[in-house]
């Protein structure tokens, strides 16, 4: 397995800013999703994250609201713009190890709530 | 699209009585993946099914997929209050679709 660092662990942010949510692996990895789980419900899939590339997003999530940086094969940041309380949620990223389609590993998650 | 969908929404046992989770795809599914989750954690990998008809076992837990690979089930023998949280199938479609999560289903184990 690989150790996912997320950062900030928690937030209370103001209406209209931005936030950046940052994920570490300790190995290099190919595959790095993003996703939002909002409280009591399953988790959604925000993009995929691709080194050396844009996102790819999935329906419903744009880049404008959502911009998703990936650098290298072990570090991604997921940017919630202009936030609303609608976006209150948690933020998780994930590493599938093994290739595009195995099974994934999930970091701790970020809890954001906007007021 | 794809859509997974999963019964029961909530179970609440008592120890020791058995617990079956159902999870059912609109399309055929390429693999199928089980997730927990804990109150207050992230989401852990169980197992992943990948052929037609295929049953794995996890000491108390047992997982199947369907033949047309369109449903899976998960099944706990004896439950035990460590099993508390909510199980997640998840799955990638055959034709390319994305990867989707079911709404999943809670478990409580009263002692």
């Known amino acids: 397995s690989a150790v996912i660092s997320q950062k900030p662990s928690r937030d209370i942010c103001q209406r209209g800013t931005s936030l950046t949510i940052q994920c570490q692996v300790d190995?290099?990895?190919?595959?790095m999703f993003w996703y939002r789980q909002q409280p009591g419900q399953s988790l959604t899939l925000i993009a995929t994250?691709?080194?050396?590339?844009?996102?790819?997003?999935e329906s419903g999530f744009v880049i404008d609201k959502f911009p998703i940086s990936r650098p290298n094969l072990t570090f991604s940041t997921l940017t919630v713009s202009n936030m609303s309380p609608e976006d209150s949620s948690i933020y998780l990223c994930?590493?599938?190890?093994?290739?595009?389609?195995?099974?994934?590993?999930f970091g701790d998650g970020t809890r954001l709530s906007i007021l | 699209g794809q859509q997974v969908m999963q019964i029961p929404q909530y179970q609440h046992v008592q120890e020791g009585e058995d617990f079956t989770t159902y999870c059912n795809s609109s399309?055929?599914?390429?693999?199928i993946q089980w997730y927990k989750q804990r109150p207050g954690g992230h989401p852990v990998f169980l197992i992943q099914?990948?052929?037609?008809?295929e049953v794995k076992k996890q000491k108390r837990l047992t997982f199947q997929f369907g033949e047309a690979k369109k449903n899976s089930s998960l099944h706990i023998t004896a439950t035990q209050t460590t099993d508390v949280g909510t199980y997640f199938c998840?799955?990638?479609?055959?034709?390319?679709?994305?990867?989707?999560f079911g709404p999943g289903t809670r478990l409580s184990v009263l002692p």
């Open positions: 994930s590493v599938a190890l093994a290739g595009e389609r195995q099974p994934q590993h």
């Open positions: 190995s290099q990895v190919t595959m």
């Open positions: 994250a691709n080194q050396g590339s844009e996102a790819t997003y």
């Open positions: 399309t055929t599914l390429s693999n």
């Open positions: 099914l990948v052929k037609s008809g």
């Open positions: 998840a799955g990638w479609g055959v034709y390319g679709q994305n990867f989707v």
